[in-house]
């Protein structure tokens, strides 16, 4: 016979306005196995918990019902004070007569007979619930970063130097990212290199940190505490541990005329190049589409010029294990491809980008700003080299156009546009800047501020329209577009157009989410666990994510976000074990069939095929076994399992069966 | 291959040149045209202006026809033609009560035949197919190709080539060894029918699209269309006169152009109907 103690909240009005708490106590104390039955204003409040531990103690308790709100907001609390007072936790359940019973009914009689119904449903699932333990995984107590741009220097700084080991994971030559290669940044001005590359450095050079350039993450086994990734590290035809980064290979190479990746098209680099002076690591890398060795197997000029002896022409793509207990993806993004169709996503073809050589992206113009670009931080237009006297930009191409077929804003556009007329004015003092706008988004500290100082101080002109068409004439390109605001066509003769276009995940990324089971939105953004309450989690355990992967943002709020994400990857590896709740499927691997109808539908990969073997080692039988530290007990396998084998902790069949049994 | 045929009143009328071309051209490309019996106006620019009902009656009518002439493909040649058999077909395939009622109204179901513009008509031929029969390319040509407004507008309704900078013209005038030049003025409006009522904006519109080719170093301008066809070429002369350039530019239609490189006299073509340009 049980001794089942019920308990049964007020919720000071919200209950017990509705439901006749007295008459509940009363009638449920009449329930085979309830020992005792009592009411009180604030079951939650100290001396609400002081209640329940006492009559653990005092009557012997060997289950509890509290019948209060949702499970979801006061379940723990419960039984937390139930484990206080000795009880197994996982033998108490919660009646939930608030939520599902005072708040949504009105007639007090009524609602007080479902009360009670409720409360008997639960007092039949204690009846056969069984003591459970938390489940125990093992953490390997290191992380690993995707992505080396500014959100993942930040996440793999901040996780190692608290003191857990990094590996950090970039698919370029070089880390850096996006950020290496702007020009200077709003809205304070300050170069973009300065303060990115001492922090490159930081991570080139931390003893925690092992880094992993022109590598790419090639498969991901394991969960949470237990991930095992294989890392292809790509050919380089130049070994890093030899080589100097003195740069004499570069020199010498006769094949100089490369587009630069770096530079976005802007410049040209040799087939043996390090992709800027400041790389992290400084080393080359050779393109093996390009260099005449790789291609036609003539040439050798850099092995002869190598004194380190680096160069090795017959390199090969390399495999790598490595072992993490939790990742942080920041793969951050790429720009709108604005002349051709890219999918269901149309091309700007009325801008002429790609068919015009002085209509550029922003990115591109980055370039021509910096101070480490083609040109030296010089503004000289791509066609003929010379400074452009008016430049038009252009803000939402690609964004917010549902014609094109992206919706979302991409946020930084409206800044870095200002950001861009202020550069082009200090640089070209004679010079005109146009903007055309859809609307000024400028929220940020000293954001809209900034905007203000390129409209009033440096003289930018905005005009609140779109553009229809971009033409070529005697070597001007002719912008017309409209004027909403003064309700006006606008025809500008331009020596250079810079188009901001939208902000789109990298390339890659969608097929990277799969190998780790996280969700992306309709544009490929990696998606978050709860957009407000989880905003760097993902819905699987140990991954994180950080930066531009997530939606378009700045570098304040990427860096921020990525200490977020390290924050969360320390409380990940802060254990040397990870306790997870125990209500999660268990299979009864006696009676297992082995048809693995589980192992095909369960969504989190977490049944394994397991052998049972005897002491000589032989085989018994196979089995479908689960890995605890995989399963989110969904209860798929359950209801898949042909032979009734899979049951879930906690709620078992038998639990649910009795509490449907005792209201009929 | 065998292709239905709506000329649409411009080809019965002031553009008889283009269905002598037509004609010649898919003659001798070895396909034959059957005009759809008893077809009516499109509606073309005034139906829509005046009665949104009537703009989808019309050619609905047509495509009714073309269903129970057991036609599959019908080509229409003028750009307005064909761009409201397609919005009619649209907005009926997307309404089944705007269906139910069409049907009422033309006393047919009108659903059915795929509708091709000129270029398309060209595409399913086949560009392979063309450029095996071509026995005279056209080598020293060098031509502006000239979408008009129409062609490739409103996009969703046209489903055809690039809204803004269109190729497939292009990649026809190629297979016929001739020389497309990169312009500005593809896809920009001559003036269409303005061309009755305000013959000045006409005539600006299409200086431009002249001129811009000329500077772009194009020797003639290709169309797919009866009204481009009228503005850059008949009203070439009243052009050259109120801007005092002589632009001299032969305009003509992409039939011409297969058909010439096919072999076919210019004659036989009606090239030599046009009005401006040197008659080849």
Redesign the interface.
């Known amino acids: 016979m049980s001794r089942i103690g019920v308990f049964v909240c007020w919720c000071g009005e919200n209950i017990a306005r509705t439901v006749d708490v007295d008459r509940v106590v009363e009638e449920v104390a009449k329930l085979p196995g309830v020992r005792c039955a009592v009411n009180y204003k604030y079951m939650c409040s100290d001396p609400g918990q002081t209640m329940i531990r006492e009559k653990i103690a005092s009557e012997k308790l060997d289950g509890v019902v509290v019948a209060s709100c949702s499970p979801h907001m006061h379940l723990k609390t419960f039984r937390k004070a139930a484990q206080t007072a000795g009880l197994n936790p996982y033998l108490l359940e919660v009646a939930n007569i608030r939520e599902q019973c005072s708040w949504v009914h009105s007639d007090r009689d009524e609602a007080t007979e479902k009360a009670i119904e409720l409360i008997r449903m639960a007092v039949a699932k204690v009846k056969n619930n069984h003591a459970l333990q938390p489940i125990k995984v093992p953490v390997t107590r290191r992380a690993m970063v995707v992505g080396g741009g500014v959100a993942g220097i930040q996440a793999a700084l901040d996780i190692a130097d608290a003191g857990y080991e990094v590996v950090m994971v970039e698919r370029e030559p070089s880390i850096g990212g996006k950020m290496a290669g702007l020009s200077e940044t709003f809205p304070t001005l300050d170069c973009s290199q300065c303060i990115l590359t001492p922090r490159m450095v930081d991570v080139g050079q931390h003893p925690r940190i092992k880094l992993y350039t022109y590598s790419e993450v090639e498969a991901v086994d394991g969960f949470v505490g237990n991930f095992e990734v294989t890392i292809r590290q790509k050919a380089r035809y130049v070994d890093i541990t030899k080589c100097t980064g003195c740069g004499e290979c570069s020199k010498a190479c006769p094949l100089k005329k490369n587009k630069s990746e770096f530079d976005f098209g802007m410049g040209t680099r040799s087939a043996i190049y390090m992709p800027f002076p400041q790389a992290v690591p400084a080393r080359p890398v050779i393109d093996k589409n390009v260099c005449a060795m790789l291609t036609r197997g003539k040439c050798g000029v850099c092995a002869k010029k190598c004194a380190a002896g680096a160069i090795n022409y017959k390199d090969e793509d390399k495999l790598v294990k490595e072992k993490v207990g939790a990742v942080v993806l920041a793969t951050g993004y790429k720009l709108y491809s604005i002349?051709k169709?890219d999918g269901k996503i149309?091309?700007?073809?009325?801008y002429?980008y790609g068919?015009y050589k002085d209509v550029i992206d922003s990115l591109q113009f980055e370039r021509l700003l910096s101070a480490s670009g083609p040109t030296n931080g010089e503004v000289k237009r791509p066609s003929d080299g010379k400074t452009p006297k008016n430049v038009v930009f252009i803000s939402c191409v690609g964004s917010r156009d549902n014609a094109k077929g992206l919706t979302y804003c991409s946020k930084i556009c409206c800044m870095y546009t200002a950001k861009h007329t202020m550069l082009y004015k200090h640089k070209v003092h004679d010079g005109q800047a146009h903007v055309f706008y859809m609307d000024i988004r400028s929220a940020g500290k000293n954001y809209d501020e900034f905007v203000r100082r390129a409209i009033e101080q440096d003289g930018a002109k905005y005009y609140r329209g779109r553009v229809s068409?971009i033409?070529?004439?005697n070597g001007k390109l002719?912008v017309r577009g409209a004027d909403t605001l003064a309700g006006t066509p606008v025809t500008v003769e331009a020596d250079l157009v810079v188009l901001a276009a939208a902000m789109r995940p990298a390339d890659g990324v969608t097929e990277l989410a799969q190998k780790l089971n996280v969700g992306c939105d309709q544009f490929g953004f990696l998606m978050e666990s709860h957009p407000k309450l989880r905003p760097v989690e993902t819905n699987t355990a140990g991954v994180y994510i950080c930066g531009a992967a997530q939606a378009p943002k700045d570098i304040p709020e990427s860096v921020a976000q990525a200490s977020a994400a390290a924050s969360k990857v320390q409380i990940t590896l802060s254990a040397a074990e990870l306790t997870r709740e125990p209500e999660i499927a268990r299979i009864n691997e006696k009676t297992c069939a082995a048809c693995f109808r589980c192992f095909e539908a369960c969504p989190y990969h977490a049944i394994e095929k397991a052998e049972v073997r005897n002491r000589k080692g032989e085989l018994v039988k196979r089995t479908a076994r689960v890995n605890a530290g995989l399963c989110m007990g969904c209860g798929t396998c359950v209801s898949i399992c042909p032979s009734k084998n899979a049951d879930i902790e906690g709620f078992t069949e038998q639990e649910t069966y009795a509490m449907i049994e005792s209201l009929i | 291959m065998n292709l239905g045929y709506y000329p649409g009143c411009a080809l019965h009328g002031s553009s008889d040149d283009y269905q002598q071309s037509l004609k010649a051209c898919f003659g001798a490309l070895d396909v034959s045209l059957k005009e759809l019996d008893d077809w009516i106006c499109c509606g073309a620019t005034a139906a829509h202006t005046l009665n949104h009902k009537l703009s989808i009656a019309l050619p609905a009518r047509n495509l009714a026809l073309a269903a129970q002439q057991g036609c599959e493909e019908l080509v229409a040649p003028c750009s307005m033609c064909s761009l409201q058999l397609k919005k009619a077909q649209k907005a009926i395939s997307g309404d089944a009560l705007l269906a139910a009622e069409m049907s009422r109204i033309v006393e047919a179901k009108p659903d059915g035949a795929r509708v091709l513009n000129l270029i398309e008509a060209l595409e399913r031929v086949g560009l392979e197919t063309i450029k095996t029969a071509v026995k005279a390319p056209l080598k020293d040509l060098k031509v502006a190709c000239y979408y008009g407004c129409l062609l490739t507008r409103p996009p969703k309704v046209a489903e055809f080539d690039d809204c803004e900078q269109p190729e497939s013209m292009e990649r026809i005038v190629a297979a016929l060894g001739a020389t497309p030049v990169a312009w500005n003025y593809k896809t920009e409006c001559c003036g269409a029918g303005m061309t009755m009522a305000d013959e000045d904006t006409v005539l600006e519109l299409s200086q431009k699209i002249l001129a811009d080719a000329a500077a772009h170093g194009a020797q003639s301008v290709v169309v797919a269309c009866p009204m481009c066809h009228v503005n850059l070429d008949m009203k070439q002369s009243a052009i050259e006169a109120r801007y005092g350039t002589k632009f001299g530019m032969t305009i003509y239609y992409l039939c011409d152009l297969v058909g010439l490189a096919l072999g076919l006299a210019p004659k036989t073509l009606g090239i030599n109907r046009h009005f401006a340009g040197r008659i080849a």
Request: charged residues 20%; negative net charge; aromatic residues 8%.
């Open positions: 002349g169709q149309a091309g700007y073809g009325e002429g068919m068409k033409t070529e004439q002719i």
